[in-house]
């Protein structure tokens, strides 16, 4: 492979104290290699990101942007940028340059070893706030159990993939998507480089604990049937207590001694556990029918208002 073009990705929401540095730096590094393109994916921002990016593009026009009607959210700017990207290998970083730029000859050169994905993994780093770090193995730690794709604990959507990767996520057609679990689950050749993770440099973070749970159940459900088959499970379970219950109930009123009218606890405490049980279970089911509600509605990922310098 002699000369190959490079593309970054960059889904940017309320980043306009970020992007202009980031691109700075970008082109610093990219400039070694034959020909780059950067593609920020707007994804609906508020502020002046959009702005920004406008001035980016006049000024170095390998800068291109596609900006969403809409906020989608920052897995399916990721999923646009791919779509659009016309480089050999294509990488993917946040806008808050909290992923190294400094990674990114690494990550091209372990590509041309031969890798078709090369991800990163975060080392633990305080730059990172307590709660985040926690709640973010949980996550890893629920995620793999409950989908049985190893998605490797602290991997972020900063990663290098290459054409072929970049060719099935064109193609999917899942509207509910987890790139994470779903890069992973894909297999070919995949290595794992690791970096220390920068503190965000401005603006704040937009993943909410509302986003962070909503992603983790879109990352569990979306992936198998596993809830599912835990609901099964625990419904066989609670029918076998009940059968052993029953059979003691039966005992005592058919040849027990005292008549004795006690029972109310037992019998409260029977019909609370179980209609929880029944709600939570039917909660799982719900979730499931909302899936393939969404999935059979068939919509778009998302919406481009404006894109800019992308011939096709
Ligand atoms: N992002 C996005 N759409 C959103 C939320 C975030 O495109 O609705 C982008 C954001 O601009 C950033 C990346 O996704 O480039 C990661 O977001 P953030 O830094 O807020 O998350 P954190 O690093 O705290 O997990
Ligand atoms: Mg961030």
């Known amino acids: 492979m002699s000369a190959f073009k490079v593309s970054v990705v960059v889904p940017s929401f309320n980043e306009e104290g970020n992007v202009s540095i980031l691109a700075e730096k970008l082109v610093k ?137 970049a060719e099935v996520i064109r193609n999917t057609s899942e509207k509910i998507l987890f790139l994470r679990g779903y890069i992973t689950w894909m297999g070919f050749r995949q290595e794992a480089v690791e970096y220390i993770p920068a503190k965000r440099f401005s603006g704040k973070s937009s993943y909410t604990l509302k986003k962070m749970i909503a992603l983790a159940i879109t990352g569990i459900t979306s992936f198998g049937i596993m809830p599912l088959r835990l609901a099964s499970l625990l419904g066989i379970l609670v ?12 005992y005592m009123k058919l040849w027990g001694t005292a008549y004795i009218v006690t029972g109310w606890a037992s019998l409260l405490i029977t019909i609370l556990l179980l209609g929880g049980c029944q709600l939570f279970i039917m909660g799982i089911l719900g979730e499931y029918i909302g899936l393939i509600f969404i999935e059979t509605k068939k919509r778009p990922n998302y919406i481009i208002e404006e894109k800019v310098n992308f011939d096709d």
Request: net charge positive; with cysteine.
């Open 29 to 165: 590094i990219l400039k070694q290699y034959a020909d780059y393109e950067v593609i920020y994916v707007n994804d609906a921002s508020t502020d002046k990101t959009l702005e920004k990016l406008k001035e980016l593009h006049r000024k170095n026009p390998k800068i291109k942007y596609l900006s969403f009607s809409r906020n989608f959210g920052h897995q399916y700017a990721l999923k646009a940028g791919i779509d659009y990207a016309t480089g050999n290998c294509i990488i993917s970083m946040d806008a808050d340059l909290q992923h190294p730029v400094e990674l990114i000859p690494e990550l091209i050169s372990r590509w041309q070893k031969g890798n078709n994905i090369v991800y990163t993994v975060r080392k633990e780093s305080k730059n990172q706030g307590w709660l985040k770090r926690k709640t973010s193995n949980l996550f890893y730690k629920v995620m793999r159990f409950m989908t049985g794709v190893n998605v490797p604990q602290g991997a972020a959507d900063f990663r290098l993939i290459d054409e072929k990767v």
């Open 239 to 250: 029918t076998f207590l009940g059968l052993i219950y029953g059979i003691y109930v039966l």
